[in-house]
């Protein structure tokens, strides 16, 4: 049974400042999402990964995937308010996915 | 917009009473998921559909829980006799058409007394 690890399990840091947030899995990865949620709603998809060393960004986002397809981590730079929020990452695509703990992030003004 | 509502977005009931959550994809879909949510851990997975068919339940889907999705459309999730342990938020997810992604719905929270 793969299992996803996430570190850390929580944060909290000031506007303005950087941060990472990591997902190690057991096994290798079939196809890698990060996730968003908010108290009291669904994950929102924010980039799904595929390829081994691949990097994406999204606005001030960036996640990066293990060469090994393991690893994954997401750096948010200059964190606002509005980031605040469960990241969750996940394996499986079309298949029943596999999710982390999460990491519960907290952004204060 | 992910293209999935629920309903109703939060349930509280009593011990050993029978409720029923709805879960209605919007946008064209193919595969229809079904997870569950504790508090502090992220969504397991309990079943999922592709169109009318059932076609994998995990180890979590006691014999109390029941899902159907009777025209390959909306679906629905029952859980009979619940227990205290059934407190949780319930997500439905779905698989566009033509994507390896699944889009969530905003979930049912579930309260057992």
């Known amino acids: 049974t793969q299992l996803l690890e996430q570190s850390p399990q929580f944060l909290s840091i000031q506007e303005g400042e950087n941060l990472t947030v990591y997902c190690n899995s057991s096994s290798v990865f079939s ?26 960004k999204l606005k001030r986002l960036t996640f990066q995937f293990g060469d090994a397809r393991k690893d994954s981590s997401l750096h948010i730079t200059a964190a606002q308010p509005g980031d605040t929020g469960l990241y969750l990452c ?3 695509g079309n298949t029943p996915l596999v999710f982390g703990k999460g990491t519960r992030l907290s952004v204060i003004a | ?20 959550f709805r879960c209605d994809p919007i946008s064209e879909h193919n595969r ?32 109390r829980f029941s899902a ?20 949780a938020m319930y997500l439905c997810a ?20």
């Open chain 2, 94 to 113: 779905i698989l566009r058409r033509g994507e390896e992604t699944q889009y969530f719905g905003p979930g049912t929270r579930l309260l057992v007394l």
């Open chain 1, 90 to 92: 996940a394996d499986g």
């Open chain 2, 32 to 63: 229809l998921y079904w997870y569950r949510q504790t508090l502090g851990q992220g969504p397991e997975f309990l079943t999922y559909f592709q169109n009318e068919a059932q076609l994998e339940k995990s180890r979590l889907l006691s014999d």
């Open chain 1, 31 to 56: 196809s890698l999402q990060w996730y968003r949620q908010e108290p009291g709603e669904g994950p929102v998809l924010l980039v799904t990964v595929v390829t081994g060393g691949e990097v994406k």
């Open chain 2, 1 to 20: 917009d992910t293209g999935v509502s629920q309903d109703p977005r939060h349930k509280i009931t009593k011990r050993g009473q029978n409720v029923t």
């Open chain 2, 68 to 87: 159907e999705r009777p025209k390959g459309s909306f679906s629905t999730l029952e859980i009979q006799r619940t227990e205290q342990g059934d407190s």
